[in-house]
Antibody, heavy 117, light 106 residues
Framework: EVQLVESGGGLVQPGRSLRLSCAAS????????MHWVRQTPGKGLEWVSG????????GYADSVKGRFTISRDNAKNSLYLQMNSLRAEDTALYYC??????????WGQGTLVTVSS | EIVLTQSPATLSLSPGERATLSCRAS??????LAWYQQKAGQAPRLLIY???NRATGIPARFSGSGSGTDFTLTISSLEPEDFAVYYC????????FGGGTKVEIK
């Protein structure tokens, strides 16, 4: 059974940093690209960042470029999102998702990030 | 960036009725279009990928069609558990989502 479990969310002050993790199991992690997608409470889905299987192709939404860094450790079956210079508008539920070609076929339950003073 | 526009924003229907949801892309996404269902308090669930392929375990009442810029998700006969928000997603290079259509009980 595919499982994606996010962790690392919490309350953080503007300008500070947070590192999210996603622990993957139930599939061959290093065969697939992975993504972070966020959702503001009551709003729609926003793609944040993606990384291919061997980390040589990485992308970011314009809204986070230069502040967030995605990475993965295939030996640990884990995906990460380092978030620096956090802003109030980064407040959201952050999902980790597994890629299936052009779609995202499995999602975690999300970890909540709240940026507030 | 390719923009996806979903319509209508809200669809009010009764159980047993047919639901037709639209997703229009600002430029061609070929067949790289997926549909997701999201219920309150839950993560999105993949329904359809590559425009018309049902994901694993998705009931046959869900079907997708279209290519290029115009796509449709059809639910042939609404079950009580189908009332939810539906998103389309394209991946020209990276995934981008439409704004969603809420299917609510009339």
């Amino acid at each position: 059974e595919v499982q994606l479990v996010e962790s690392g969310g919490g309350l953080v002050q503007p300008g500070r940093s947070l590192r999210l993790s996603c622990a993957a199991s139930g599939f061959t992690f290093d065969d697939y690209a992975m993504h972070w997608v966020r959702q503001t409470p009551g709003k729609g889905l926003e793609w944040v960042s993606g990384i291919n299987w061997n980390s040589d192709t990485i992308g970011y939404a314009d809204s986070v470029k230069g502040r967030f860094t995605i990475s993965r450790d295939n030996a640990k079956n884990s995906l990460y999102l380092q978030m620096n210079s956090l802003r109030a508008e980064d407040t959201a539920l952050y999902y980790c998702a597994k890629a299936l070609g052009s779609a995202l076929d499995y999602w975690g339950q999300g970890t909540l990030v709240t940026v507030s003073s | 960036e390719i923009v996806l526009t979903q319509s209508p924003a809200t669809l009010s229907l009764s159980p047993g009725e047919r639901a037709t949801l639209s997703c229009r892309a600002s430029q061609s996404v070929y067949s790289y279009l997926a549909w997701y269902q999201q219920k309150a308090g839950q993560a999105p669930r993949l329904l359809i990928y590559d425009a018309s392929n049902r994901a694993t375990g998705i009931p046959a009442r869900f079907s997708g069609s279209g290519s290029g810029t115009d796509f449709t998700l059809t639910i042939s006969s609404l079950e009580p558990e189908d009332f939810a928000v539906y998103y389309c997603q394209q991946r020209s290079k990276w995934p981008y989502f439409g704004g969603g259509t809420k299917v609510e009980i009339k």
